[in-house]
T-cell receptor, first 112, second 113 residues
Framework: DVKVTQSSRYLVKRTGEKVFLECVQDMDHENMFWYRQDPGLGLRLIYFSYDVKMKEKGDIPEGYSVSREKKERFSLILESASTNQTSMYLC???????????FGPGTRLTVL | AQSVTQLGSHVSVSEGALVLLRCNYSSSVPPYLFWYVQYPNQGLQLLLKYTSAATLVKGINGFEAEFKKSETSFHLTKPSAHMSDAAEYFCAVTGGGADGLTFGKGTHLIIQP
């Protein structure tokens, strides 16, 4: 069974902390994505990667960075967490750029 | 560029009734279209996808969707709602290339007993 896993289901951090969200896929997919999901706003793309060490900004990259050192792992970094980054974060992967995306279970991050 | 509009942030139907969730898209190239379902505190799961083969697409859990180019629509239907269908549903579109998927804002489906 194909799988995308995220390091934490729930996370509570304080304002100003550096936060790492990890995502791992076991499908040998080229493409990986980070979204945030907020009520009434749907899914908004933060960053994506089409290859190792490659990254592209999505629609809302401000306040975030990413790292992809290995094909199976894509990390989202909040350099200095703020309360407006409290959200559900979803990671996804796909084989082709226009193919079905497979999603992880999500990380619900609360920044106090 | 592409975009998706889902009409109705909340849809309520009785158990056993028809489910109809609306999705309209815009795309400058022939689109690929997807419907995803999200159960509480879970990630998104693919229900079905249209990739320019048959215009009527059947998915999991008895759902289906019809691609209508003239109406730029891809509405999701199920003949008879079940309590387990209560969830958030997302429509997504891609025109291919580097654009990836663009998601609608979601429709919360409520099933009344």
């Amino acid at each position: 069974d194909v799988k995308v896993t995220q390091s934490s289901r729930y996370l509570v951090k304080r304002t100003g902390e550096k936060v790492f969200l990890e995502c791992v896929q076991d499908m040998d997919h080229e493409n990986m994505f980070w979204y945030r999901q907020d009520p009434g706003l749907g899914l908004r793309l933060i960053y994506f990667s089409y290859d190792v060490k490659m990254k592209e900004k999505g629609d809302i990259p401000e306040g975030y960075s990413v790292s992809r050192e290995k094909k199976e792992r894509f990390s989202l970094i909040l350099e200095s967490a703020s309360t407006n980054q409290t959200s559900m974060y979803l990671c996804a992967s796909s084989s082709g750029q226009s193919d079905e995306q497979f999603f992880g279970p999500g990380t619900r991050l609360t920044v106090l | 560029a592409q975009s998706v509009t889902q009409l109705g942030s909340h849809v309520s139907v009785s158990e056993g009734a028809l489910v109809l969730l609306r999705c309209n898209y815009s795309s400058s190239v022939p689109p690929y279209l997807f419907w995803y379902v999200q159960y509480p505190n879970q990630g998104l799961q693919l229900l079905l996808k249209y990739t320019s083969a048959a215009t009527l697409v059947k998915g999991i859990n008895g759902f289906e969707a019809e691609f209508k180019k003239s109406e730029t629509s891809f509405h999701l239907t199920k003949p008879s709602a079940h309590m387990s269908d209560a969830a958030e549903y997302f429509c997504a579109v891609t025109g291919g290339g580097a654009d990836g998927l663009t998601f609608g804002k979601g429709t919360h489906l409520i099933i009344q007993p």
